[in-house]
């Protein structure tokens, strides 16, 4: 029972960073996905209006971005804890 206990500490240590971080970090990448939605407008067609449709995708891709990364990272450090199946003899 306590052989995975680091890993255990790690799958905490790693939740409780990334979760930390959150409130920093999607708000950052959110306006720098808007900034560069905003760059490439103005290059490409100056005289339209923001596409409000295309700026709630990507907000709703930035988050699902995020979620998803704890996620699988969550997901490959518990792989390791759980045991490998046995073949059973006969």
């Known amino acids: ?18 979760l930390v971080t959150l409130p920093f970090t999607i708000p950052s990448t959110i306006w720098l996905v808007i900034f560069v939605y905003a760059i490439v407008k103005a290059i490409g067609s100056a005289p339209e209006q923001a596409d409000p449709a295309a700026l709630l995708i990507a907000i709703v891709a930035v988050v699902t971005f995020f979620t998803l990364a704890i996620s699988v990272a969550v997901s490959l450090l518990g792989r390791a804890m759980t045991p490998k199946r046995r073949k059973r003899r006969s």
């Open 1 to 18: 029972m306590r052989e995975n206990r680091g890993l255990a500490a790690a799958i905490a240590v790693t939740s409780l960073v990334f």
